[in-house]
C-alpha cells in the first residue's frame, strides 16, 4: 500500500493553458474524490467516482473543469483556460465501500495561474 | 445546508499543556464527524471518526473527540501537547451523497496550532 499519489506536486502555469493533474489511488479503493484547497480555507467537494462513473458534481466544478476515471484505477483533473481563481492545492482521496474508516488523502497539487 | 464552524482561527499553547480544539456543525441529521490533520504543504489524515455509538472517541497520536449533540459539537483534546502536534487541524462532517450510498465532506476553515517549546 503506497497511499494516493498526485503528479505533479506543483504546477506553474500561465492564464489560459490548460492543465491536467493525475491521481493514483490505493489500489484496492474503488471510490475516488477530488477536493480543492484555497489558502485559508478548508477542502472543498469537487467530485466523485465510483469505480469508473462520476456520480457527483459540486457546482464548483465548472465547465472549463473535466475528471476522469477511464478504467476505474487512476484519474485525471483537467482545468481548461485557467484563471487566476483557479490557483488553489488539488487535494485528490480514495476509499473502499463507504469509508467508514475515513478517507485516505493524497499530498496535492499545488497549482499557480501566473 | 450542512455547515462546520471552527470558531478558533490560531491556538498557541505550551508544550505540555492540554489543548481542546472547538468544532461545531449543522447538520439535520446524525452525523458523520471527522478531525483532520494537515502539515504544511501536506495532505490531510485522518486522527479520528465518529459515526455511532459511544460519543468519545479515540484516536492516532494521542488525541480523542467527544460527540455532543445537545450542542452540536466534536471538540478535539489532547492531554498534553508535543511540539510535533504544530500543524491545521480540520473538523469536518460527513454529507450522505448517491442515494446513500457515500458520504462527501464538508470541512470547517481550520484551525492552526502553534506549540511554543
Known amino acids: 500500500d503506497t497511499g494516493v499519489s498526485q503528479d505533479p506536486r506543483h504546477k506553474i502555469t500561465k492564464r489560459g493553458q490548460n492543465v491536467t493533474f493525475r491521481c493514483d489511488p490505493i489500489s484496492e479503493h474503488n471510490r475516488l474524490y477530488w477536493y480543492r484547497q484555497t489558502l485559508g480555507q478548508g477542502p472543498e467537494f469537487l467530485t466523485y467516482?465510483?469505480?469508473?462513473?462520476?456520480?457527483?458534481k459540486s457546482r464548483l466544478l465548472s465547465d472549463r473543469f473535466s475528471a476522469e476515471r477511464p478504467k476505474g484505477s487512476f484519474s485525471t483533473l483537467e482545468i481548461q483556460r485557467t484563471e487566476q481563481g483557479d490557483s488553489a492545492m488539488y487535494l485528490c482521496?480514495?476509499?473502499?465501500?463507504?469509508?467508514?474508516?475515513?478517507?485516505?488523502f493524497g499530498s496535492g497539487t499545488r497549482l499557480t495561474v501566473v | 445546508a450542512q455547515s462546520v464552524t471552527q470558531p478558533d482561527i490560531h491556538i498557541t499553547v505550551s508544550e505540555g499543556a492540554s489543548l481542546e480544539l472547538r468544532c461545531n456543525y449543522s447538520?439535520?441529521?446524525?452525523?458523520?464527524l471527522f478531525w483532520y490533520v494537515q502539515s504544511p504543504g501536506q495532505g490531510l489524515q485522518l486522527l479520528l471518526k465518529y459515526f455511532s455509538g459511544d460519543t468519545l472517541v479515540q484516536g492516532i497520536k494521542g488525541f480523542e473527540a467527544e460527540f455532543k449533540r445537545s450542542q452540536s459539537s466534536f471538540n478535539l483534546r489532547k492531554p498534553s501537547v508535543h511540539w510535533s502536534d504544530a500543524a491545521e487541524y480540520f473538523c469536518?462532517?460527513?454529507?450522505?451523497?448517491?442515494?446513500?450510498?457515500?458520504?462527501?465532506?464538508?470541512f470547517g476553515k481550520g484551525t492552526l496550532l502553534t506549540v511554543n517549546p
Open positions: 467516482f465510483q469505480n469508473e462513473a462520476q456520480l457527483e
Open positions: 482521496a480514495s476509499s473502499k465501500g463507504l469509508a467508514v474508516g475515513g478517507y485516505t
Open positions: 469536518a462532517v460527513g454529507l450522505l451523497i448517491s442515494g446513500g450510498s457515500n458520504y462527501k465532506l464538508t
Open positions: 447538520y439535520g441529521a446524525t452525523p458523520y
